[in-house]
């Protein structure tokens, strides 16, 4: 394949811009198992490339060129079955996933380049005590995501970037001839590393699912791929004892994703919190009756009008029998005069009346002649 029809192709599966999401269709859930095989394959790789090579042959760079090939190679393009509504906004969204793990690889393995022989064992101790106490912070930042996925809020990540951050000023210490990339590992810790990127690609992916990007663009893709990353790179450096702890994140994100307060962001909520404080400042306001009967109307009124209430004039008709507190009297229904060539007049609608201060219906009428 040549170089720029694979451009083409990679650039085509992130460049459509796709409005909604079909959570509904099996082919939607592909990408997912792809991109988890596709993590454990690499960390797979990285362990077969020190195993099968004998000590003194052994290169970081060769495991990490070996491991990026075998990760690139499963996640290059999603699987397709049928046409799946939302498949490129998701995957988007996925692939990094592979990309990141590698990255923590080559991380890990940067701890152990530089090693001083000034240093002593109580250095380390304090240095292991102040990574683990930071790991500590990210796996409560990331429960913190778990309980509200769909939220705005971008605390949990500035945490975990914080704890990232002294992490790298304060790495534990480093040890000679250690690191994924350039030690052959011992069975157990080649099952605990397999274990790891199994359950770092689980916890990323439902992340992913629970808080999905409303569009295929940049901006929405980034903030939801920074977002699952920093809530899931827990996985990879916590201690083993803690490793149970990703099940129990994935039960509480889906529990939380299910539950009716979580099903939207919570931007679709300030519409309805905006018309509770305006009719209680109408009502504050107000001294009589009258006139907070009729600023709680005009308090009502201000909302926002979604797209099937324009198309659909019945549900105009109903939001508006609604704001009269059900009276039918209230409502007057459509009055089209015919047009025989003297003018055109049209009566408003769907609107309640109120009783004006001259006594009239206060009606709109608008008429061109």
């Known amino acids: 394949?040549?170089?720029?029809?694979?451009?083409?192709?990679?650039?085509?599966?992130?460049?459509?811009?796709?409005?909604?999401?079909?959570?509904?269709?099996?082919?939607?859930?592909?990408?997912?198992?792809?991109?988890?095989?596709?993590?454990?394959?690499?960390?797979?790789?990285?362990?077969?490339?020190?195993?099968?090579?004998?000590?003194?042959?052994?290169?970081?760079?060769?495991?990490?060129?070996?491991?990026?090939?075998?990760?690139?190679?499963?996640?290059?393009?999603?699987?397709?079955?049928?046409?799946?509504?939302?498949?490129?906004?998701?995957?988007?969204?996925l692939r990094p996933c592979c990309v990141i793990y590698v990255a923590c690889l080559v991380l890990e393995q940067l701890i152990h380049t530089c090693i001083s022989d000034e240093s002593t064992y109580e250095h380390g101790f304090w240095r292991r005590i102040i990574y683990h106490a930071n790991m500590t912070v990210m796996t409560l930042a990331a429960f913190m995501r778990s309980r509200s996925p769909r939220a705005e809020s971008d605390l949990p990540f500035w945490i975990s970037a914080a704890a990232l951050l002294l992490i790298a000023m304060l790495p534990p210490p480093a040890l000679a001839l250690s690191g994924p990339l350039c030690s052959p590992p011992t069975l157990g810790n080649a099952g605990e590393r397999i274990l790891r990127a199994f359950l770092f690609a689980c916890v990323y992916v439902v992340l992913v699912y629970s808080a999905a990007p409303i569009s295929n663009n940049l901006a929405d893709t980034l903030v939801c791929i920074a977002r699952s990353a920093a809530s899931s790179a827990w996985v990879l450096g916590a201690v083993s004892y803690s490793l149970p702890l990703a099940l129990l994140q994935i039960c509480v994100v889906l529990y939380c994703s299910f539950t009716p307060t979580q099903m939207q962001y919570e931007s679709v909520g300030i519409i309805k919190q905006y018309e509770t404080d305006l009719e209680g400042q109408s009502e504050r306001g107000m001294g009589t009756s009258n006139g907070s009967h009729h600023h709680i109307h005009d308090a009502a009124s201000v909302r926002c009008v979604t797209p099937v209430e324009e198309s659909d004039p019945d549900v105009v008709n109903a939001v508006a029998m609604m704001k009269s507190n059900g009276h039918a009297a209230s409502v007057r229904p459509v009055n089209v005069q015919p047009v025989l060539g003297a003018g055109l007049s049209f009566n408003l609608s769907g609107v309640p009346t109120f009783p004006s201060a001259n006594g009239s219906s206060g009606l709109c009428e608008f008429r061109e002649q």
Do not use: H
């Open 1 to 93: 394949m040549r170089l720029d029809r694979l451009a083409r192709d990679l650039a085509a599966n992130g460049s459509y811009e796709e409005k909604s999401i079909d959570f509904g269709a099996a082919g939607l859930y592909l990408p997912a198992a792809q991109t988890i095989f596709a993590t454990t394959f690499s960390a797979c790789v990285s362990v077969l490339a020190c195993w099968l090579m004998p000590i003194g042959a052994i290169s970081a760079v060769r495991t990490l060129a070996l491991t990026s090939t075998a990760g690139l190679i499963v996640i290059r393009r999603p699987i397709l079955i049928g046409q799946t509504r939302g498949i490129n906004t998701i995957f988007s969204a």
